[in-house]
């Protein structure tokens, strides 16, 4: 399978899908929003995009497998599958602020391929397992820093009532006592990418697989660890929803801080 096509794929679809969303973003003011739980919204552009980015792959890969955010997945006897988020960060759009979109192809239980796009930036970020991760065709790497008072650390705050692990402000409390900065990004997506390029230390929150998994290759190919809160590897993760991205000293760090969460097992 050349991987290197299916990537430039990718990119076209993420662009795409970009100039779609952008036309909604220009005009966040006036968007229709729905709720679709707390603090989870979704626009006419989400369900847009994912149908936009599901009819282009498609129509070029009819027999793999899809899970996007906004509607339900389609199955094919395939052991590849898309996983797409097609606007991460919605609050962030809907608010006109940076948002993206986030494609990554499975093969089995391994991301293969990555691209994240964040179209009021113009950054498109790509990657392909073993072969690096890039940033509009700059390679990528975490940052090199050691010392915790200049960590730039990435979080997202906990959606009330769907926290699987308490405690979220008192950690915050913890880690900032420490570190240089505390940003949130708003989209898990672009955090990761951050991480890979340096713009973050590191970055941790409880969130869900689909809107990550492009952005763990990133760290993974920037050189950066991804675990999940308890150091336990990426495919646990997938099923605890406690992810941890950081260069090493920022992993090494925030593990310690982690340490007390009572840890969930996978099932
Ligand atoms: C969300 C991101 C948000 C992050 C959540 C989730 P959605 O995705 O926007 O920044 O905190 O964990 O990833 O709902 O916008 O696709």
Known sequence: MNYETVLQDMIAVAREAGALTLTHFRRFRDLEIGIK????????????SELLIRKYLFERYPDWSF???????????????????PIDGTTNFINGM?????????????????????????????ALKGQGAFLNGERLSVSRRTDVGLF????????PGLQLYPGAYE???????DVGGIRIVGSAANSCAYVAMGRLTGYYEETGFTDTAAGILFVEEAGGIVTDWWGRGPE?????GALLVANP??????LEKFKDVPRKDPK
């Open 152 to 159: 730039n650390i990435g979080t997202g705050l906990p959606t």
């Open 98 to 126: 940076d948002y993206t979109i986030s494609i990554a192809l499975r093969r089995g239980s391994e991301t293969v391929c990555g691209v994240l796009y964040n179209p009021p930036a113009d950054e498109m970020f790509w």
């Open 37 to 48: 739980g707390p603090a989870d919204f979704v626009s006419d552009a989400d369900r847009e």
């Open 236 to 240: 646990v993760y997938e099923r605890t």
């Open 67 to 85: 899970t996007g955010e906004e509607f339900d997945p389609v199955e094919k006897d395939s052991e590849h599958r898309w996983l797409v988020d």
């Open 249 to 254: 000293a920022a992993h090494a760090f925030l």
């Open 171 to 177: 950690r915050l409390d913890a880690i900032r006592a």
